[in-house]
Each structure stands twice: as C-alpha cells, then as structure tokens.
C-alpha cells in the first residue's frame, strides 16, 4: 500500500549521540519535508528536497542535516543530539503538482535525555 | 512573519451546535489553503482545500480575500469531531506554512 513511513515512532536517548530518523515513501512523489513540532506549537519547516540530490534548510534553524540519495528516502540525522531536539519530527512527501497537498507519516518522537 | 494564525487554541462546544475555527494569513499572492486534522494517536490527513470547493465530514471552508481568512465551518458538530485542526498555506507552491492548531472538544 502507498504510504510514508517513519521509524522509529519513539527514541530515547542520550546527550551526545548520534541518531537518524528514518522517512520512506512509497508514493512516487518528488517533494519530500520534515517538520518539527513541539506540544500546542506550530509545524516549523526544517528541511525539504525537490527530488534526488535536492535539499533545502527551511525556515527554522535546525542543527540536523539530511539526504535524498533515492527517491523514496529522505533521512535526517543529528551529529550530537542534545536535550534542546526534544521534539516531534514529522516527515512529509507531496506530489508535483502545484496544488498537491501533503501526505505525513507517523512521526518520531525524540526525547534526549 | 506570521503567515497562518489560528487565535483560539481550545474550542468547546456540544453536539449538534455549529462550530467555527478560524485561520488568518497574510500572503500577497493567491493563496493555497488547507485543512488538516489530527484525531487522537493517529498522523496529522487532509481535511480539505479551497480550490477543491468541497465538503468534507460536514466541514467546508471558504476563502475572504478581503478579509484574509479560510474559516473552517460545520453546522451541527458530531463527538467524533473531537480532534486538532490545523491550518496550512502553501508558500509560493513549495512551502507549507501552519498555524498553531486549534483543539476541537465536541462534548456529549
């Protein structure tokens, strides 16, 4: 079945590790997001990619990098995790179209500890 | 710049009443916006969009360009309604902006 995955949902973890979260889509679609979300606040973009080999910061400061090797894998890791990344990632996928909407995941819940 | 504000954070009203979540944007051009909704322990879908002029669960949405809003409205709200709403405006047809969200509590 089409979908966007995220794993893990939660992570846990330690100041100073480093940890990736994993988004796939099995969607075909091109344009690729990640969002981070603390509790009752606003999705702030942190990165997008058009395509492979695309990727944009977006609009809020973030200290992760991302990837987009393949078309359905859009990867963000944190060198060093510190307790100031304690949030909700979500992963977004659209398709070409100008007005297409966004498709979410799951999202991943990281609490550095 | 704040490009999507939603002013109520919690809404409370009991079934059957009609029920109005608001949103505000400010953009120059020709917006694109969005519902989306979060129901409990499951991921943020899409409720509705403009350009489609559609009906979603009972919920529509119209554009006021003068007055810069894309209220979400039901005439009769249901318990299942009980969810976060958020309000998006796609930026220039690549970025998503988002509001605060709004906590919908449709009581018995």
Redesign the interface.
């Given at each position: 079945e089409a979908d966007i995955y995220q794993t893990p949902r939660y992570l846990v973890i330690g100041t100073g590790k480093k940890i990736t979260l994993e988004c796939s889509q099995t969607m075909g679609h091109d344009?690729m997001?990640w969002?981070q979300q603390d509790p009752?606040?606003?999705?702030h973009?942190i990165h997008?990619s058009?395509g492979v080999n695309s990727t944009e910061k977006?609009?809020l400061s973030s200290e992760s990098t991302v990837s987009r090797i393949r078309t359905e894998h859009f990867p963000l890791t944190l060198e060093s995790a510190r307790p100031s990344h304690t949030s909700q990632y979500?992963c977004?996928s659209r398709d070409r179209g100008?007005?297409s909407?966004?498709?979410?995941?799951?999202?991943t819940r990281l609490t550095v500890t | 710049a704040q490009r999507v504000t939603q002013p109520e954070k919690l809404l409370s009203v009991f079934k059957g009443a009609p029920v109005e979540l608001k949103c505000n944007y400010s953009y120059s051009g020709s917006p694109e916006l969005f519902w989306y909704v979060q129901y409990s322990r499951q991921r943020l879908q899409l409720l509705l969009r403009h350009i489609s002029r559609e009906s979603i669960k009972g919920f529509t949405a119209d554009l006021n360009k003068g007055e810069t809003s894309f209220h979400l409205k039901k005439p009769f709200a249901q318990e299942e309604d009980s969810a976060m709403y958020y309000c998006a405006l796609n930026h220039n047809f690549n970025k998503f902006y988002f509001g605060s969200g709004t906590k919908l509590n449709v009581k018995p």
């Open positions: 344009k997001y969002y009752g606040m606003e999705l973009l997008y058009y977006g609009d979500l977004a100008n007005n909407p966004l498709h979410f995941g799951n999202g | -």
